[in-house]
Antibody
Framework: DVQVVESGGDLAQPGGSLRLSCEAS????????MHWVRQAPGRGLEWVSS????????YYADSVRGRFTISRENARNSLYLQMTSLRAEDTAVYYC????????????WGQGTVVTISS | EIVMTQSPATLSVSPGERATLSCRAS??????LAWYQQRPGQAPRLVIY???TRATGIPARFSGSGSGTEFTLTISRLRSEDFAVYYC??????????FGGGTKVEIQ
């Protein structure tokens, strides 16, 4: 089965750091662009960052650029999001998502990992 | 940045009736428009892509239409499992990928 599983969410203090992970299985991970999407409590979906299959193309939302770094390790079928200088407004469920060969929109989603930024 | 606007914010419908959800883009996205369903406590699920193509496993009561800047998701004969929040998303011109604010379909 095609699956992505996020981990690494936690409670952190403002100004702190966290590293999220997403482990993929059931598809040729290295061939797929991967994305992070977040959802603040009671709010809608917000795209955060994307990375190409070879890791060479990186995109960020303005709200996280300069603070978050997306990366991947294809040998481990894993995607990462290094989050620094965290703010209260980064509190959200963070989803790992991708586009399979069967659609041209996000048809692969993880269950999400919860990040809470509070002192 | 392309801004996606959904209406209404909340739609109250009785089971068995039809629901019509709207999504407007601030500039043309051609047919590069997707709809997602999100039930409480769950991840989003792709319903429609390419403005009108149902994703794998999505029943035929879901249909999408539109192109350019105006899009519609129609759910005919609503069932209990269809009551959820629906988001539209454009992927025509990015970054950034942008989502609408969502429409909550609730039981009347």
């Amino acid at each position: 089965d095609v699956q992505v599983v996020e981990s690494g969410g936690d409670l952190a203090q403002p100004g702190g750091s966290l590293r999220l992970s997403c482990e993929a299985s059931g598809f040729s991970f290295r061939l797929y662009e991967m994305h992070w999407v977040r959802q603040a409590p009671g709010r809608g979906l917000e795209w955060v960052s994307s990375i190409g299959g070879d890791g060479g193309t990186l995109y960020y939302a303005d709200s996280v650029r300069g603070r978050f770094t997306i990366s991947r390790e294809n040998a481990r079928n894993s995607l990462y999001l290094q989050m620094t200088s965290l703010r209260a407004e980064d509190t959200a469920v963070y989803y790992c998502a991708s586009v399979s060969g069967y659609a041209d929109a996000f048809d692969i989603w993880g269950q999400g990992t919860v990040v809470t930024i509070s002192s | 940045e392309i801004v996606m606007t959904q209406s209404p914010a909340t739609l109250s419908v009785s089971p068995g009736e039809r629901a019509t959800l709207s999504c407007r883009a601030s500039q043309s996205v051609n047919t590069n428009l997707a709809w997602y369903q999100q039930r409480p406590g769950q991840a989003p699920r792709l319903v429609i892509y390419g403005a009108s193509t149902r994703a794998t496993g999505i029943p035929a009561r879901f249909s999408g239409s539109g192109s350019g800047t105006e899009f519609t998701l129609t759910i005919s004969r609503l069932r209990s499992e269809d009551f959820a929040v629906y988001y539209c998303q454009q992927y025509n011109n990015w970054p950034p990928l942008t989502f609408g604010g969502g429409t909550k379909v609730e039981i009347q």
